[in-house]
């Protein structure tokens, strides 16, 4: 008995070093990419870490970024920024340390609740997905979400209230979304351990304490919201939810083609219904309690995935859910494949075809996306388009959406080194009397007037404030997936 024991601590020591030289791996192939430019909505959560440190590190300013956000994601780099010098390596590296995070408490999570060696095929599933894998790049808060998420659930599991309520702020504070956690497990508790475990009440109800912590933290930030600006919840982001979504993705085959068929999800979920699906036949009694949970987190996974379905759809917005389910995926693997070499080989070929769909979307796929390096074409031709816009439209007043005045704006974004005069139009009803007045004002000073579009999501062909609309220039990615991926350069006069 106390061979077998030394032998598992063993393993579990073993395992535990692995993934910590995969935490710090995964860390480390970040750096070179540190001072890439920013990359689409980027651009927003840095914004917001400027004016956090303009407005003294005082998180309520919503009248002057574009989307207000939950402070803690931007504390970080506004306070590096501050105190050293701005630039984008403070927000990257919180990224990529929380990236490195997320793999360890995804380990930890698996080893309390199942085995060392489970967590750590889910960490390795983990590190090899294409979404994990490019947005670990990428300062925006799908990393420190899921990261904090996984933290919360471990620290949950393991009876730890100080560190969970910790955890769990961070979570409400980092996305408004991240409510739901804390109110779930506080309704599991009571539930389902408070009254079936009599014997162990006064402790649950301590440990209760911690868990509305979060929840008040939470309505703290919502109450000053209310005082400061009138609202709880940013307007903007609230109307953008509407129920009948979810009918209309699950129409459109959105969740089929986007999260169900991408890559290769559908073999991990798959195996994971059938898998617990069966399980219920013949449950062993040694187990139960594991099953219990594995039900309980899928629950969490499908009232979270069905949410979010309700507002603005992006992959990354799913990303947390995806550590979960390869837990799951690797436990229910382990209960019905018990030869350990088979097992692994079948972990191995999931990262490996994980790891080639990445690299084929990479080349071939379109730059806006949020699962394969094909991003960093975006990057470039943005780059390319600016540049150009310089060289060769110099004397022009620049029309263009936000995601070409914010480049144009900050030249901390990576892409000017002054800020170059603009007006931002990001569709017709943009050209109001204001912006109008501002054109017409350059049209007179016989300055051409050009506007920059993404072709895959707007046009000016039905502005009816514009006249003699002319396409003159467009700007590709080397690869270009089709024209939607080029920007289109047009003059006009009012």
């Known amino acids: 008995m106390l061979i077998s024991l030394n032998e598992k601590r063993r393993k579990a020591n073993r395992d535990t070093f ?11 192939i970040r750096i070179p990419a540190i001072t890439n430019p920013t990359y689409w909505d980027e651009m927003i959560y840095f914004q917001n870490a400027i004016e956090l440190t303009r407005n003294n590190l005082n998180p309520f300013i919503s009248q002057w970024v574009w989307v207000y956000k939950p402070p ?10 501050r105190f050293l010098y701005p630039s984008l390596i403070w927000g990257r590296l919180e990224i990529f340390f929380l990236s490195s995070a997320a793999l360890y408490f995804l380990y930890r999570l698996g080893e309390r609740t199942f085995s060392s060696r489970i967590g750590l095929y889910s960490a390795l599933l983990c590190v090899c997905f294409p979404l994990f894998t490019v947005v670990s790049y990428w300062f925006v808060d799908a990393i420190p979400f899921t990261a904090f998420f996984l933290a919360s659930l471990y620290y949950y599991i393991s009876g730890k209230p100080r560190q969970y309520a910790l955890f769990s702020t961070l979570l409400v504070l980092t996305k408004e979304t991240g409510i739901f956690l804390p109110v779930t497990l506080i309704l599991y508790t009571f539930l389902l351990r408070y009254w079936h475990d009599t014997t162990q009440k006064y402790s649950y109800i301590r440990f209760s304490f911690y868990l509305i912590l979060p929840i008040l933290a939470f309505f703290s930030w919502m109450a000053i919201n209310k005082i400061l600006f009138g609202w709880y919840l940013y307007p903007d982001q609230v109307m953008l939810f509407n ?23 559908w073999v991990i979920f798959t195996t994971v219904l059938m898998g617990m699906t069966f399980l219920t036949g013949f449950i062993k009694q040694k187990i139960w309690e594991e099953i219990r949970f594995m039900y309980f987190i899928l629950l969490i ?33 382990s209960i019905y494949i018990t030869n350990r070499f088979l097992l692994f080989g079948i972990i191995v070929f999931t990262c490996i075809m994980f790891i080639g769909l990445n690299i084929n979307d990479s080349f071939r796929g379109p730059v806006l996306t949020e699962t394969s390096y094909a991003y960093l074409r975006q990057i470039y031709s943005t780059k390319k388009l600016i540049m150009k816009l310089q ?48 054109l017409r004002k350059e049209q007179v000073n016989q300055r051409k007037i050009i506007f920059v579009s993404y072709s895959k999501y707007e046009t000016i062909s039905s502005c009816s404030s514009l006249r003699r609309i002319n396409h003159i220039d467009s700007v590709c990615p080397d690869q270009a997936y089709s024209t939607d991926d080029c920007f289109q350069i047009y003059s006009f006069s009012l």
């Open 18 to 28: 692995i993934v910590v030289g995969v935490c710090i791996v995964n860390f480390l």
């Open 72 to 81: 803690v994601i931007f504390m970080l780099p506004a306070l590096c920024s």
């Open 243 to 265: 129920f009948l979504n979810i009918l209309n993705q699950i129409k459109n085959n959105w969740v089929i083609k986007n999260i169900y068929l991408k890559d290769g999800i």
């Open 301 to 333: 996974i499908t009232g979270y995935f069905l949410f979010h379905l309700a507002g603005p759809i992006s992959a990354r917005y799913f990303l947390f859910l995806f550590p979960i389910l390869f837990l799951l995926y690797s436990r229910v693997l």
């Open 391 to 438: 060289k060769e439209y110099s004397d022009a007043f620049i029309t263009a959406g936000w995601y070409i005045s914010a480049p144009l704006t900050y030249p901390i974004f990576g892409y000017v080194t002054t800020q170059v005069k603009y007006a931002s139009i990001n569709s017709c009803n943009d050209f109001n009397t204001t912006t109008l007045k501002i």
